[in-house]
């Protein structure tokens, strides 16, 4: 398999000023940005820089974009990879797919980010299927972590964390939670997104208790039946 065809190409441009985080969050993330801005200063000092990074909790609340906007903060590259689409029915072909795209995050010095990592982090022996397989995997996944170099950045997510080995899971620096937003927390963030729009196009029936995704696909879809109607009504007046 082409080793291209693996990675999501995507050159989004997104700052971290536009990822809905609270403030835990994005105090840890601005020192993580800071931290691989002066690593070479730090590790003058022998100081060590957080550079495994674990993303996890509900989906749709900002982890993917997260990623985006930590690359884009350094200036690096992202390569974004999915490891649902890269599990085979052959584990030693899977394993090799990602021992090369490890080799080339760090020979570029870019920001790896793995999504999904609980499809081939799962703890060793939790399924009866194909163990010894999955355990080798799961090894050499903890391998190439452990030999990530400092200077590029490595970014894991996962929906699941509480079925990824322990082992793997130790080898993250720091972890970051993403939980549903609360209801004021959605409010601030429909107010945002639809501040761009005539105020007329602005009232909406407001959804919650769902992600930052659902509820921006709610919203556009919304303004989108408001402004249809009344273009509609343009062209009867027309008539």
Known sequence: MNLYNLIIQDKEQITLNEVFLDKHNRDHLVQLIKENTYSKELQEYGLPVNNKILLQGSSGCGKTMTAKAIANALGKNIIILNLSNIVSSRIGETSQNIKM????????RSVL???????????RGS????????RRLVNTLIQL?????????????????????????????????YEMPSNDFLDTFYDKLLAQFPEDMRTIE???????????????????????????AKETIKS
């Open 101 to 108: 795209i490890f080799d080339k995050a760090a020979r570029e």
């Open 113 to 123: 980010f793995l999504d999904e990592l609980d499809q081939i982090g799962k703890a």
């Open 127 to 134: 399924d009866d299927k194909d163990v010894g397989e999955m």
């Open 145 to 177: 972590i452990d030999y990530y170099p400092e200077d590029a950045l490595l970014l894991c997510a996962t929906n699941h964390p509480e079925i990824i080995d322990t082992a793997l899971l130790r080898r993250f620096q720091l972890k970051i939670n």
């Open 206 to 232: 407001r959804k919650y208790s769902i992600s930052f995704a659902e509820a921006k696909d709610h919203a556009l879809t919304s303004v989108k039946a408001a402004l249809i109607t009344k273009l509609e």
